[in-house]
């Protein structure tokens, strides 16, 4: 008989490949002597850690300016978090619908809307009930080999698509069984409001990194700032750095929140199907904002291959890079 080992643990977040590399250099001083004064902040934000580096401002205007973007983290998980029940998605969630929604929750479903018209419904925010089919399938069966039956599958996506959901500014409302999930563009989401609080308060060379990653400007000494974009744990694909000067990354790989060990089973669900995307080991996306780089990584990584290159093609300044299984990577639009 054939047996299998228990699934992952499931991680609350994706497990980005993302790591700034200048802001290494920044942290062990291995910066030029005529490099600006530098505040770097790390600890926690959305369940994982998070860093900010805010370049030329006295400490004590960088440190009020991290307080404040914390605060705006925390205003905004309450708005977005699936994991905190008295969150605005939470509520929303539990009583099919919401009277009265903040601005942010409001912007934000539109914007999830359009993103998913632009991408044929690869990216889909109902796909909710997906998850806990699976979460549910192999709580119950932590040794099983596959997924959940094909009756569960469909039963799921019987309650999965955007044009079931009514999102007016008064008042938000789920049809029967839907369930949504911001946890492909909240990040991003989040990652914008705190450059742009950042921006706002006068900063332009600015490295935040909450789950995404958003540059305003260069880095110090002028050169851009240079990502690590490691390889997925299912891929041997070789280090790659990319410089980011005013831009954004995102990258989404299925092996990061698996409900198996192969990662056969993942969060990134093809959302006609049901079943998890197979396609990639890892697909990362440049972007002028976090929270479209978020939400096309997630989109891009389910849609059919064949499509990919149209959906680029619809959004200026975006690069995206598909990493293969085998290691390679393909640059859309190519170089």
Not at 141 to 146: E, F, K, L, R, Y
Not at 193 to 216: K, P, S
């Amino acid at each position: 008989m054939r047996t299998c080992s228990p699934p992952l643990i499931l991680s609350r977040r994706r497990a980005l490949t993302i790591v700034a590399g200048t802001a290494a250099a920044l942290m062990t001083g291995r910066v030029a002597p005529a490099a600006p004064a530098f505040h770097v902040w790390e600890g926690t934000a959305l369940g994982a850690p998070a860093r900010l580096i805010l370049v030329g401002a006295a400490e004590h205007a960088s440190k009020a300016a991290v307080r404040a973007c914390l605060d705006e983290v925390e205003r905004l998980e309450r708005e977005f978090s699936l994991y905190r029940p008295d969150s605005a998605l939470s509520r929303l969630n539990a009583n099919g619908v919401l009277d009265r929604p903040s601005l942010d929750l409001f912007r934000l479903l539109r914007l999830s809307a359009t993103v998913g018209e632009q991408t044929g419904g690869a990216f889909d925010v109902t796909v909710q009930p997906l998850w806990q089919a699976y979460a549910d399938h192999f709580t119950a069966h932590p040794d099983a080999c596959s997924g959940p039956p094909p009756a569960a599958i469909a039963e799921a996506c019987s309650r999965v698509g955007c044009r079931r959901l009514s999102v007016r500014s008064e008042r938000i409302a789920l049809a029967p069984g839907m369930a949504l999930t911001f946890n492909g563009i909240a990040q991003g989401y989040i990652t914008d409001r705190v450059a742009d609080l950042l921006r706002a308060r006068g900063y332009t060379n600015v490295l935040v990194e909450m789950g995404e990653i958003r540059a305003l400007g260069p880095a110090p000494a002028e050169p851009p700032w240079s990502i690590a974009l490691a390889a997925p744990p299912s891929a041997a694909a070789e280090p790659l750095s990319l410089p980011l000067r005013d831009g954004a990354i995102a990258s989404s790989a299925g092996a990061a929140t698996a409900f198996d060990p192969a990662a056969r089973f993942h969060h990134l669900f093809v959302p006609d199907t049901g079943r998890s995307a197979d396609a990639f080991a890892a697909v990362t996306v440049v972007a002028p904002r976090a929270t479209l780089a978020d939400a096309l990584s997630t989109a891009l990584y389910v849609a059919p291959p064949s499509r990919i290159p149209a959906i680029v093609g619809r959004y200026p300044g975006v690069l995206a890079l598909l990493t293969l299984h085998s290691g390679q990577r393909l640059r859309i639009p190519a170089a």
